[in-house]
Nanobody, 113 residues
Framework: QVQLVESGGGLVQAGGSRRLSCAAS??????MAWYRQAPGKQREFVAR???????SVANSLRGRFTIARDDAKNTIYLQINNLRPEDTAVYYC?????????WGQGTQVTVSS
């Protein structure tokens, strides 16, 4: 059974950092990505990483967001630095492109000003 479990979210002050984790089970991770959904908005792409480790971050987030992977742990990560209130959202991981059957519960990141 495929499962993606996100963790690492929480309440953080603006300017702080957070590292999110996404542990996969039931399959070996290939190309993966992070997405987020802010209150009242559609889910949006954040960053992706290929099976060879090539990364890409959404234009508006470059410089603050970094995606990484650890194949031995079947896990991907999202490092977020200099958090802003507009980064408040539920963060999800999924394959790239996303598989509609794989969405997990996400992890909530709330940034206070």
């Amino acid at each position: 059974q495929v499962q993606l479990v996100e963790s690492g979210g929480g309440l953080v002050q603006a300017g702080g950092s957070r590292r999110l984790s996404c542990a996969a089970s039931g399959f070996n991770i290939g190309a993966m990505a992070w997405y987020r959904q802010a209150p009242g908005k559609q889910r949006e792409f954040v960053a992706r990483i290929s099976i060879t480790g090539v990364t890409s971050v959404a234009n508006s987030l470059r410089g603050r967001f970094t995606i990484a992977r650890d194949d031995a742990k079947n896990t991907i990560y999202l490092q977020i630095n200099n958090l802003r209130p507009e980064d408040t959202a539920v963060y999800y991981c999924n394959t790239q492109p996303p598989n509609s059957n794989y969405w997990g519960q996400g992890t909530q990141v709330t940034v206070s000003s």
